[in-house]
């Protein structure tokens, strides 16, 4: 990856508040502060609009986190987006998201050891990436599992997940450092 083409911002650049919520975030995801929260939260009122929006799909949607995290996964993926695939692996661990999973995800949703539901999922997610759309036969299989509400959620967040896989890679998002143990150096 080139260097970034928007660097993260440092407090006097995202302001006080966005910088406790960036420090929140990479806490929670057992990093320093996201670069990518970090170089959306420049602007400031936006960043704070898409974080609202961003936490009602994830953690704060209806969907199980599982389903949420395979999603988005899967999401990431597609869009060979190594700085987001490798945030939620991490975060996608405590939905429980085994690294088996993982290996089959990266397979896609014709592997074998998904249930139907997961199967669904990801062939939901499949299509939306291919062909910004879901055809018949996907919406049904769909809604064998998941209430409508439901699919209207599942297609905002791939959407939602696609439009972060373009943004962090068309301004450079460098990945982010884990963060060190207490007491370590």
Known sequence: MTAPRATPGGIREVGVVNWLACRAAGRAAGTGPPNLFLTLARRRGLFRGWLWFAGRLMPGGTLPRRDTELVILRVAHLRDCRYEF?????????AGVREPDVARLRAGPDADGWTPRERAILTAADRLHAEQDLDDETWTRLRAHLSEAECVELTM????????????????VQPDRPRRPAGGR
Request: net charge positive.
């Open 86 to 94: 490798g945030h939620h692996v991490r975060l996608a661990r405590r």
């Open 157 to 172: 967040l791939a959407a939602h997940y696609e439009m972060l896989a373009t943004v962090i890679t068309a301004l450079r």
